[in-house]
């Protein structure tokens, strides 16, 4: 059964470093998706992105943020200058589309900010 | 804007006995509602959804879920839990004929206990 997969699974950086998390959809799958889990807390939304470009981005999802799909396959989230309240599971989504109602996600990449 | 309740942090059932996992969710118009799991260092795994038709839908893992639009909730349940169904249950819901974000509950820890 496709997945949808992260890599890394662990990514340690240092605060104001850049880090970009990438991700692979499941190939048929035509919306991705960005959330994130603050430890012990809710999963949050970040950012959709539909066609080429993002159709929808939380507050959370500010300018240090960006999306890009470079290549038809990958999909990742840069992060440019990370701060210690960015440590948090990134969790990348994908969707057939708005038919197919259920988003699968990938098991996560865990960042952490020092 | 949308949002979802899950008013219980933990819930602790003995193996063989029915468990429920309650969920309330506030949306505009009509709710596309959704159960997540969560099993250690693991991503999000869709379980079922309700999208339209019958309240009662059925899932993954002899899992089901009771849509109620009146009381504005979608419960979780399963006639006879198992061992391993212990891990965090989400609830999440988005607007109906979009292909939008999710927006998640707090989670609830289910503890199966022999």
């Known amino acids: 059964e496709p997945e949808v997969t992260q890599t890394p699974s662990h990514q340690v950086t240092q605060m104001g470093q850049e880090v970009i998390l990438r991700c692979v959809p499941i190939?048929?799958?035509?919306?991705f998706y960005w959330y994130r889990q603050i430890l012990g807390q809710k999963v949050e939304f970040l950012v959709s992105?539909?066609?080429?470009?993002?159709?929808?981005k939380s507050e959370i999802f500010d300018d240090q943020f960006s999306v890009e799909r470079p290549d038809g396959s990958n999909f990742t989230l840069k992060i440019r200058s990370t701060k210690l309240e960015d440590s948090a599971m990134y969790f990348c989504?994908?969707?057939?589309?708005?038919?197919?109602?259920?988003?699968?996600f990938g098991p996560g990449t865990r960042l952490t900010v020092t | 804007a949308q949002s979802v309740a899950q008013p219980e942090d933990q819930v602790n059932v003995a193996e063989g006995n029915p468990l429920t996992v309650k969920c309330t969710y506030s949306?505009?118009?009509?709710?596309?509602l959704f159960w997540y799991v969560q099993y250690p260092n693991r991503g999000l795994q869709f379980l079922l959804k309700?999208?339209?038709?019958?309240?009662l839908v059925k899932g993954s893992y002899g899992f089901e879920a009771e849509f109620n639009k009146s009381q504005t909730s979608f419960h979780l349940k399963k006639p006879s839990a198992l061992v391993s169904d212990s891990a965090l249950y989400f609830c999440?819901?988005?607007?109906?004929?979009?292909?939008?974000?999710?927006?998640f509950g707090t989670g609830t820890r289910l503890q199966v206990t022999l």
């Open positions: 989504a994908s969707g057939r589309g708005i038919a197919v109602h259920e988003q699968y």
């Open positions: 190939s048929n799958h035509l919306y």
């Open positions: 992105f539909y066609n080429n470009e993002i159709s929808e």
């Open positions: 949306v505009s118009g009509n709710p596309y």
């Open positions: 309700y999208i339209t038709g019958d309240n």
């Open positions: 999440a819901v988005r607007r109906a004929g979009t292909a939008s974000k999710l927006t």
